[in-house]
């Protein structure tokens, strides 16, 4: 029986936490997520309206703009792309030009489109909604809803069932239109959950007996208590609310591991075997609720994939749905904009330079995100391909990559007069503007050895050409279950040679 102490979770510590890692997963992997289900194509005709028709009482729209945008499971795909996975999307459309365009869209998304299941004399789903400025004023949906044969069902099944075996996360989006029918999904959650992969479904309609066994499903609070049919008892002696009382009894007759019920502007109801969870919604400006629950279950997933638990993976899915209905019409949401607006200033630069009697502290900020520091220090006097395939490939070996860079002073040491070229902050500069470097450290010492001491680093890059040579900091980084890297340095390039040849070119 599930814990009932349910608890609220402030929206700045909790999201921190979790873009923290999801960011650094999202660095070191890109997961597959398999999505399957009934793909649309949303289109939004925009105008305004200064008159009345003479034909009828009806209002004239002097149309402006004409926009595509993918919906249904093709929304959900679009956004777990947009949000750093990589997907492949299967189920339905017709041989129509809706199709055409709405593969192109996708394409444009880099959602892998291959698989998607052109059935003949189908029409895609199109809906078509006309705008007069910010209001809808009407929506014309062409469809066909009834159920394939059995023929395309069965090449549904078997279509998904190969992309599942490589995958991290099956998503089910089911908006009742016919890729997702009792025989179909019955097959492809039961192949996915013996290969051990997580099955999450957003529900439509009221048989969600064609649910059981997936992982988690994601109604809101009509549906779920319309599907619950309220027909569970409370659970020992506490009295539950509605969508609390279905959210436990879908979880139960269903064998779910979790179900969680999205409450609008209340936020979400989460509940586990052992718990259960309120979550505060993170915003109340709301423009358009079209596409939220795509959202969510985008967000979930892609959270899930990065091995969340399930509590997390919910902060996560609520923040990326409040920007989705802070916007008009069904939307695409980057992981980039839920960086933007929930983290704190300055704290995901993509590099920065750190004080020296503050880089232990950094460190260890790194670490409790969950991300492995690799080590590399030099002078970058003049910044060259070496350089930049090198850290490179300090990148590929781990998540941060922090840089000890050498100060002036210890550049005249090791190079002699007239070095280094550029000054250090310059040199830093540099630095930060690569991708691959995520925080630069200046020192003053000889050698970086007391640098490493306070880094304690996961990972200790040095030049191939340290092979036979002692490599400052490796006794005590492999005291602690660190290693050493030797990376090979392109031979024909170096700072030196570039600065002999500008003295030829002088003379």
Not at 52 to 78: F, M, T
Not at 292 to 313: F, K, N, T
Not at 443 to 457: K, M, N, Q, V, Y
Request: hydrophobic letters at 40%.
């Amino acid at each position: 029986m599930a814990d009932l102490v349910q608890s609220r979770h402030p929206e700045n510590k909790d999201i921190l936490e979790v873009l923290d890692l999801v960011r650094t997963s999202l660095k070191t992997r890109q997961p597959r997520i398999v999505v399957h289900g009934d793909m649309m194509l949303d289109e939004y005709l925009h105008g305004s309206v200064e008159r009345i028709s003479p034909e009828a009482p009806i209002p004239v729209l002097a149309g402006k703009s004409h926009l595509y945008r993918p919906g249904g499971a093709a929304n959900v795909a679009a956004n777990l792309a947009s949000l750093g996975a990589r997907v492949d999307l299967s189920g339905l459309v017709g041989t129509d030009a809706a199709a055409l365009q709405l593969r192109q869209i996708l394409d444009a998304s880099s959602v892998n489109t291959s698989h998607m299941i052109a059935a003949p004399e189908r029409r895609t789903t199109r809906k078509l909604r006309v705008v007069a400025g910010t209001q809808q004023i009407v929506r014309i949906d062409f469809e066909d809803i009834g159920c394939p044969d059995h023929s395309i069902e069965q090449q549904q099944i078997e279509t998904t069932n190969r992309l599942v075996a490589e995958a991290d996360v099956l998503i089910i989006s089911d908006y009742d239109k016919g890729a997702c029918g009792e025989r179909v999904l019955s097959q492809i959650i039961g192949f996915a959950r013996s290969r051990g992969v997580p099955v999450l479904c957003d529900p439509k309609g009221r048989n969600y007996g064609k649910y059981a066994g997936a992982s988690i499903i994601t109604p809101n609070r009509k549906e779920a208590i319309a599907a619950s049919d309220n027909q569970f008892p409370t659970i020992g002696d506490h009295q539950l609310s509605a969508p609390a009382l279905a959210a436990h009894g879908l979880r139960s007759a269903l064998q779910l591991d979790a179900c969680l019920v999205t409450l609008g502007p209340d936020g979400m109801f989460l509940s586990e075997a052992d718990k259960d969870h309120e979550i505060s919604a993170f915003s109340h400006d709301v423009a358009d609720v079209t596409g939220a629950g795509d959202c969510v279950i985008a967000g979930l997933g892609v959270a899930l994939a990065c091995g969340m638990p399930y509590l997390s993976s919910c902060i996560f899915a609520n923040a990326v749905a409040s920007i989705s209905v802070s916007k008009a019409g069904s939307v695409v949401v980057s992981l980039d904009e839920v960086i933007d607006k929930y983290a704190e200033p300055g704290r995901w630069s993509a590099s920065k330079l750190v004080p020296r009697d503050q880089i232990e502290i950094e460190a260890s900020r790194l670490k409790k995100a969950g991300r492995s520091i690799v080590f590399t220090n030099g002078c970058f006097d003049i910044l060259h391909a070496g350089h930049v395939e090198n850290l490179k490939r300090c990148a590929e070996l781990g998540s941060a990559v922090i840089v000890g860079l050498n100060s002036d002073e210890s550049v005249r040491v090791l190079k002699g007069n007239g070095r280094p070229v550029n000054p250090a902050k310059d040199r830093a500069a540099v630095l930060l503007a690569l991708e691959a470097v995520d925080a630069v450290v200046i020192f003053e010492e000889d050698t970086p050895e007391e640098l490493i001491s306070a880094i304690r680093p996961d990972i200790l890059v040095k030049g191939a050409d340290y092979h036979d040579r002692e490599v400052v900091g490796r006794t005590f980084v492999e005291s602690y279950g660190g290693r050493v890297e030797l990376v090979a340095f392109q031979n024909d390039i170096s700072t030196t040679a570039i600065l002999e040849k500008m003295e030829e070119l002088k003379r």
